[in-house]
């Protein structure tokens, strides 16, 4: 099924980059070739296709798709293992035994690499970045501080500060999943009593755990109106229902993963903003305001081309975020359809109808669900087998289609 995936994949990939090389002119996206290298829509086998892109190369090492199999059954490309050292896709279990024969940044590493605390421990001839160790979200923060101030024996978090001249701790840690507000809290206390007069403080408008419960209850905290706007758990919904209770930022609405195409066109409010620039904004930067509008637009990932072409004259789009942007709702609606499509052509459906799901193997399933199946006697199955085998055969059972 991996090796469908990803042909798949590839497909969609090379009609990714056939809609931007028909729809942009070549020096607006070759501007962008970091973007548009790093981003998950293009794989290797794109690179290898369409070689009359300006590519970088180095930047693809980066890319999610790249693996570190990739990397060795492909030894002819030109892979940067300092940018590989970044790929949020290595594994130590894939890398371990050529850590000191390749290139690898370990400070790097320490950041991305998917491993747990005990390859850290039992792996100290490394040169594990503390700062980036910190930001590695495949290791409790809980463990890693216990571990840091263990190791050096002394209960002081100024040992997990980032910078030698302010000792402030990584703002990278207060953005961590496993940074609860109340953590969060504890964290910037401790940088208070360390920097009374300090005033740029982490805020946790950026936290993956915040709700808009937590702001209602923290009014005197100062909330950063664009990452709040642009939230993963900020919905319109609650945008709706609060919209005089707190300063949104329509770029970061426009932008907000849960707002989708469907929602800006059924909001009449959005769709004034959207396609009714010069009525909404009565400024003088009415031009700044449509460039704005359509950075935003291009930067959310319910985009699709099909909605880039159809409203191409209503829209500033921008080529660069747009090439940055993974369109992963597109994609992977693209690929399930061909999934299904595979499936209601191929053997399986029929096999799987013959083979597994056959009434004569319903008595199988009272073993995998206790809850379940736990009560069926034998006598129930045998029933169930002889009104199941009449409705099979009036049914096609067209799972998965």
């Known amino acids: 099924m991996s090796d469908l995936y990803n042909k798949f994949l590839n497909e969609w990939s090379q009609e990714w980059i056939n809609f931007i090389g028909c729809n942009f002119a070549k020096n607006e996206y070759n501007k962008s070739k970091i973007y548009l290298t790093t981003n998950p829509n293009v794989t290797l086998e794109t690179i290898k296709n369409n070689p009359e892109i300006n590519w970088n190369y180095n930047a693809f090492s980066r890319n999610r798709n790249v693996n570190y199999k990739l990397v060795k059954d492909n030894p002819e490309f030109k892979w940067d293992y300092y940018e ?52 590695n979200k495949n290791i409790p923060i809980e463990k890693l501080i216990h571990f840091i101030l263990q190791n050096n024996n002394e209960n002081n978090l100024s040992l997990l500060c980032s910078d030698d001249e302010n000792k402030l701790l990584s703002w990278a840690i207060y953005c961590r999943e496993d940074v ?74 426009l932008s907000n993963q849960n707002i989708t195409w469907e929602i800006i066109q059924n909001d009449e409010m959005l769709k004034m903003i959207v396609f009714d620039t010069d009525e909404f904004n009565n400024l003088n930067n009415t031009e700044y305001f449509k460039r704005e509008i359509g950075k935003s637009l291009s930067r ?43 499936f209601k052509r191929s053997d399986l459906k029929r096999e799987l109808m013959e083979n597994v799901w056959h009434p ?36 096609n059972l067209a799972i998965l289609v």
């Not at 159809?310 to 359809?337: A, C, F, G, T």
């Not at 004569?360 to 034998?378: A, L, P, Q, S, V």
């Not at 029933?383 to 009449?390: L, P, Q, V």
């Open 84 to 135: 590989l050292s970044l790929n949020e896709s290595i594994t130590w279990s894939s890398i371990k035994n050529d850590i000191h024969k390749k290139p690898f940044n370990h400070a790097w590493l320490s950041k991305c690499l998917i491993m747990n605390l005990e390859t850290v421990i039992e792996n100290s001839n490394i040169e594990w970045n503390t700062d980036f160790l910190m930001k």
């Open 360 to 395: 004569r193997n319903f008595w199988k399933f009272k073993y995998f669900d206790d809850e379940t199946f736990g009560d069926i006697e034998d006598d129930d199955i045998e029933n169930n087998i002889i009104e199941n085998n009449n409705i099979l055969s009036n049914s």
């Open 180 to 253: 609860n507000f109340e953590m969060w809290k504890t964290l910037i206390d401790f940088e208070k009593s360390k920097h009374p007069y300090k005033l740029l403080l982490p805020s946790f408008s950026y936290n993956p755990n915040l709700t808009f419960e937590i702001i209602k209850n923290n009014p005197d905290l100062e909330w950063n109106n664009y990452a709040v706007s642009n939230h993963k758990n900020i919905t319109w919904d609650i945008i709706k229902n609060n919209f005089n209770n707190f300063n949104w930022n329509i770029y970061g609405i």
């Open 300 to 342: 959310n990932p319910n985009i699709s081309w099909e909605i880039v072409e159809e409203n191409s004259n209503k829209i500033q789009w921008d080529v660069n975020m747009l090439v940055m942007n993974p369109m992963d709702n597109e994609r992977e609606k693209y690929i399930r359809n061909k999934f299904q499509q595979w």
